[in-house]
């Protein structure tokens, strides 16, 4: 009977061990589960912050690009303004020359102007001294005319 009572107490503390094994199990089992669930409400966390970063990026890329398109834009614009400016500055320097020469001209032509005054003013007093003395020469004709019919 005390090989059965010490068999029956060798399962018995064997059945314990065991009993005390799949105890720990279980609580490493729950604290693993526990762990899990941590886990995956902490990927689930992670996974929405990602998608609002990723929401972010798309949202922030799109600006990107609408800054790029109006970068690209004013610069087109830009260099089309300095075409016209350029152009224009070639305009006006060719309206100074053109200016200078018209100054030119005009001092030139008032010179001429003003030479063909004074010989005109020297012929308008060359025709005053001939109408002058054309006229003594008509009073002298008149006077002899007179004298001759008398």
Same mark, same amino acid.
């Given at each position: 009977?005390?090989?059965?009572?010490?068999?029956?107490k060798?399962?018995?503390?064997?059945t314990?061990?065991?009993?005390?094994?799949?105890?720990?199990?279980?609580?490493?089992?729950k604290?693993?589960?526990r762990?899990?669930?941590q886990?995956?409400?902490?990927?689930?966390?992670?996974?929405k912050?990602?998608h609002?970063? +990723?929401?972010e990026f798309? +949202?922030?890329?799109d600006?990107?690009?609408?800054a790029? !398109?109006s970068?690209?834009e004013?610069?087109?614009?830009?260099?089309?303004?300095?075409?016209?400016i350029?152009?224009?500055?070639?305009?006006?320097? %060719?309206m100074? +020359? !053109?200016?200078?020469?018209?100054e030119?001209t %005009?001092?030139?032509?008032v010179?001429?102007?003003?030479?063909?005054?004074? +010989?005109?003013?020297? @012929?308008?007093?060359? @025709?005053?001294? @001939?109408?002058?003395?054309?006229?003594?020469n !008509? @009073?002298?004709? !008149?006077? %002899?005319?007179?004298?001759l019919?008398?």
């Amino acid at each position: 009977m005390d090989a059965i009572r010490k068999k029956m107490k060798s399962l018995k503390d064997e059945t314990d061990q065991l009993y005390a094994i799949i105890n720990r199990f279980e609580e490493q089992t729950k604290e693993s589960n526990r762990v899990a669930d941590q886990a995956d409400c902490d990927i689930r966390d992670y996974g929405k912050k990602v998608h609002g970063f +990723e929401i972010e990026f798309d +949202e922030t890329n799109d600006k990107l690009n609408k800054a790029l !398109e109006s970068l690209e834009e004013k610069e087109k614009h830009l260099k089309e303004v300095e075409a016209d400016i350029a152009a224009l500055t070639r305009r006006i320097m %060719l309206m100074e +020359e !053109e200016a200078k020469k018209s100054e030119q001209t %005009l001092a030139n032509t008032v010179t001429k102007l003003a030479i063909t005054s004074k +010989e005109a003013d020297d @012929v308008l007093k060359k @025709v005053k001294i @001939v109408e002058s003395k054309c006229m003594n020469n !008509e @009073v002298t004709l !008149e006077e %002899l005319d007179n004298n001759l019919r008398q």
